[in-house]
């Protein structure tokens, strides 16, 4: 066996009801309780936040967090934080809660400079006692030690060490139950892209990995279209956020490439949710990678379509992006950049930007260049 390492992410605590139990997994001391309004007027909040005040803590709610959180609101965050002097952070929502805590909770713990920890392995403090919930099955964030945040010019940045993992995550479905089918579909696929590029990632992956993509892919494919047409079908919802929470354990350690790397722009330009934009590119980076990552997407399409066990490699990696992309088309997201509103003139500048993801990009099974990009637009619109 070759050598490797795997890092294993949060403590988890899964089952219904569990976000009520927070104060069983905090210090005692003020809570800075990270989400946002859209959650606050839905009620989401209400049960976690009454048993903590119930436990005697002080919640401090910051509820300003927005899709593609800005550096701003970041560092409102942590000035919130900073006047209450508390002694831990909580991040319930999706993707963009969960990282706007995971980096306040570093920041405030380490007292460290934001310009400072951009990148792989630099941030190196100490941060503040964190438990992430998830209100969504996709982004996997509370599984990882990464934070994405966009910052001038919409391009984002990210920090991405072992620091910035939770203590714990928490998976309540009930919480996914209210989900419209437009956020169950672009979250799911977003957690589908996660299994396939941890498991074709040209740079660290290992066995570990492998098996938590492979198991997340089953588990979200399986259960993508009942959560879109039976939302309140709990054990799909139930098998979504697990599907996703393993995503995020496989990704944070083989990380995402190039799928990533061009749905970003997409995200940071135009402000698309950020499982549609990894939906329209999935497909065409997929085909981009087919010769390099033929063996591995391969051994995944029997997972997806199960018939397709026999075969050559080269059909069944075929079949796998078309089973992808199906997937995609069924759950209900449209598929073409021209649905967005994006010109076919803007694929030259989508493409500078998205070389700017070299964090992502170096993880592709194969090169990714500007005119390649281009030209994978081009194919999107």
């Known amino acids: 066996m070759r050598s490797f390492s795997f890092h294993p992410g949060p403590r988890l605590l899964a089952g219904d009801g569990q976000s ?21 007027g839905l009620g989401l909040i209400d049960k976690a936040r009454e048993a903590l005040i119930e436990s005697g803590r002080e ?12 550096r701003q609101t970041v560092e409102t965050a942590v000035d919130t934080g900073r006047s209450a002097q508390v002694a831990s952070v909580v991040g319930f929502g999706g993707g963009s809660p969960m990282d706007v805590a995971k980096l306040a909770a570093y ?7 934001l310009d400072e920890v951009w990148g792989v ?17 996709g982004t996997g964030s509370e599984a990882t030690p990464i934070s994405v945040i966009t910052c ?38 977003d957690a589908i892209v996660h299994a396939v590029e941890a498991y074709t990632s040209a740079r660290l992956k290992n066995p570990i990995s492998d098996a938590l993509a492979r198991e997340a892919l089953r588990l979200l ?11 309140a079908n709990i054990a799909a919802r139930e098998a979504m956020l697990l599907g996703a929470h393993l995503a995020g354990a496989a990704f944070s350690n083989a990380p ?76 209900g997201i449209a598929t073409r950049l021209r649905d967005y509103g994006i010109d076919i003139a803007e694929a030259p ?20 260049t500007e005119y390649d990009a281009q030209r994978l637009y081009e194919a999107a619109w």
Request: glycine fraction near 6%; aromatic fraction near 2%.
């Open 20 to 40: 009520e139990t927070l104060a069983d997994l905090l210090p005692p001391g003020p809570v800075l309780f990270v989400t946002d309004e859209q959650l606050v």
């Open 59 to 70: 919640v401090v709610l910051f509820d300003e967090v927005e899709a593609d959180p800005s």
């Open 107 to 113: 920041l405030l713990g380490s007292g460290d400079n």
């Open 121 to 137: 392995d630099v941030a190196k403090g100490q941060r503040l006692p964190l438990v992430l919930v998830p209100t969504t099955a």
């Open 152 to 189: 001038e010019g919409g391009v984002k940045l990210a920090v991405n060490a072992r620091p910035l993992t939770a203590d714990w995550a928490v998976l309540d479905a009930q919480l996914t139950v209210g989900l419209p089918r437009s956020v169950t579909a672009a979250t799911g696929i």
């Open 221 to 231: 494919s399986e259960n993508l279209l009942t959560a879109c047409t039976e939302p």
């Open 256 to 331: 995402v490439a190039g799928v990533h790397a061009l749905a970003y722009p997409l995200g940071g330009l135009h402000h698309l949710p950020h499982g549609v934009s990894n939906a329209l590119m999935l497909r065409h980076v997929l085909q981009h990678n087919a010769e390099a990552a033929r063996d591995h997407y391969a051994e995944l399409a029997p997972i997806v379509v199960p018939q397709c066990e026999s075969g050559g490699s080269q059909a069944r990696a075929a079949l796998l992006i078309n089973r992808l992309d199906q997937l995609v088309a069924e759950s």
């Open 349 to 368: 500048l989508l493409a500078r930007e998205a070389m700017k993801q070299k964090r992502l990009l170096v993880n592709n099974p194969c090169e990714i």
